[in-house]
């Protein structure tokens, strides 16, 4: 049985098994001139992000997790990357100077491997800093 009570606004509302009730797209929403939409929150968080204009630096957020892969073994035992700045660097802590050192001549060609990933932003600086000894990085191999 259905019936009508009033609702927080004044105003009144169904109670009961109303079957286009449930707050989501209804039967008759194309009636009503709203348009049927099957979104996923993917696309709506895409929608989003774009409008907040952050989308570009979400993407390049992305290279953190594929590091590894995208880096090779050797350097990934050495390294953790921590976060992209707003201009497109990459902060990256390694594990000992002479590391460091050895990847600043290196950076040339892991920028071209990190920015191989068509349709993201690119990269545009490695910026390496020491990782402290408390700091857990990746194989922690501390020799060069």
Known sequence: ???????????????GGDSGSGGGPGPNDEARGQPRREDTVG???????????????VAQQLVIP??????????????LPQHVRGDGTLV????THA????????????LARLNGVEGRPPIRR?????ARPDEPVAGADRGP
């Open 66 to 79: 594929e590091w590894g892969a995208l880096v090779g073994p050797q350097i990934a035992r050495v390294t």
């Open 99 to 110: 590391w460091m050192h050895e990847l600043s001549l290196l950076e040339p060609q892991l």
């Open 1 to 15: 049985m259905t019936g009508r009570r009033p609702d927080a606004r004044g105003g009144t509302r169904r109670e």
């Open 126 to 130: 490695l910026y390496w800093v020491l």
């Open 43 to 57: 696309a709506i968080l895409g929608r989003v992000l774009a409008a907040q204009g952050i989308a570009e630096r």
């Open 92 to 95: 990256v802590a390694v594990t």
